[in-house]
Each structure stands twice: as C-alpha cells, then as structure tokens.
T-cell receptor, first 114, second 116 residues
C-alpha cells in the first residue's frame, strides 16, 4: 500500500536558519503530494502541494519539488521564523485512491528559537 | 466564519460508553472525512464519505460509524469505547471525490477524546 516516510523530529533551529524536512513516499502510479502544517492546538492547514513530477509547490517562503526519480518531496525554507514553529506533515493522495484519502507521514515538529 | 467545525472540543468518558462527535462544514464541499491522530501525532484516515459513497479504511473497527444527515454534516459515532480510542479526531472536507484528485482538504480544530 501507499506510505510516506519523513524525518523524525524535533528539529530545532535558530531564527533565520535554513530548513529542510525530508519526505519520501511509496505509491503506485502518480500520486499527488502535499505538505500540511499543524500549529499548536489547531487542525491541519495545507501549506503547499504538487500534482505531477517536477512540479514545485510554494507558499509563505516554503518550497517543495516533486521528484519522481527519488520518490521525494522535501520541504525547504531559506529563513525560518519563530512563527514557523509547528508540526509539518507530508502526505500523498494516490492515483488509485477512489476516496481521495490522504496517507500521512509521521509528522516532524519544528521549533524555532529567537 | 469557521469553515469546518467540530463539537465537542474535549470529550472525557468511561470505557464501554457510546459517544458521538459532530462535524459541520460551510464550504459547500461534496466530500467529508474523519481522521484519528494518536498521542505520537500520527494521523490515520478512518473514513471518506460523500452523498453517494462511503469508503472505510479496513483497519477501522466496526464500533466506529459515520452518519451524515446531509451534505454539510458528518458525525462520528463510537460504540463501546475502549482505552485505545483515546486520541484527537479530526474532521475534514474537500471539493470532490475520485481517483487522482488533488483537492485541498480543510480540517476542523479537532476533538480530544479521553477514555478512562
């Protein structure tokens, strides 16, 4: 079945540091890929997505590129802020998934210190 | 206006009880979902539902059942609650349904269920 693996946290960075959170996936066909973010005490929000190979999703300074050859969708940001502290989830929606259900990775907690 | 809302926010109950969590979306979406998030933050889909089709994750016990009075609501009923049901339950909705769609899912704030 489909699966998503992302780096375990927590990831602790100083403000303005460069961020990378690794995400790799296993799926049949050509899934759509997503990054969701969960701020403390809240539900998940879509951060960015990509629907085909070599697409780059971007939002709020975050970027991720759909790499089919390495089955990866790593999240990056050039300069993190304290307000970016949250849990980040990589997810996929498989092409054979009639229910449009998302398969999530285990989440990576990011803590940004001033 | 809250796009996806859930009630209650917190639910504490005894083992063996039956409880419900309500979810409403005002986005006009066709599809709604229930997810379970365990204590380690791992998220797992439970159900996907639109007005024509219910798709159940095969690992979900049949003590859990979704009930939809109309397109804007999807409630989660849980019978004979067990300790392992303690988790945060998230409702979500999206525009459509079908294989290969990349619709954004909008999540509610979650319901923290504690079974004693």
């Amino acid at each position: 079945g489909d699966s998503v693996t992302q780096m375990e946290g927590p990831v602790t960075l100083s403000e303005e540091a460069f961020l990378t959170i690794n995400c790799t996936y296993t799926a049949t066909g050509y899934p759509s890929l997503f990054w969701y973010v969960q701020y403390p005490g809240e539900g998940l929000q879509l951060l960015l997505k990509a629907t085909k190979a070599d697409d780059k999703g971007s939002n709020k300074g975050f970027e991720a590129t759909y790499r089919k050859e390495t089955t990866s969708f790593h999240l990056e940001k050039g300069s993190v802020q304290v307000s970016d502290s949250a849990v980040y989830f990589c997810a996929l929606s498989g092409n054979n998934n009639a229910g449009n259900m998302l398969t999530f990775g285990g989440g990576t907690r990011l803590m940004v210190k001033p | 206006d809250t796009a996806v809302s859930q009630t209650p926010k917190y639910l504490v109950t005894q083992m063996g009880n039956d409880k419900s969590i309500k979810c409403e979306q005002n986005l006009g979406h066709d599809t709604m979902y229930w997810y379970k998030q365990d204590s380690k933050k791992f998220l797992k889909i439970m159900f996907s539902y639109n007005n024509k089709e219910l798709i159940i994750n095969e690992t979900v016990p049949n003590r859990f059942s979704p009930k939809s009075p109309d397109k804007a609501h999807l409630n989660l009923h849980i019978n004979s609650l067990e300790l392992g049901d303690s988790a945060v339950y998230f409702c979500a909705s999206s525009q459509g349904i079908g294989a290969g769609r990349a619709d954004t899912q909008y999540f509610g704030p979650g319901t923290r269920l504690t079974v004693l």
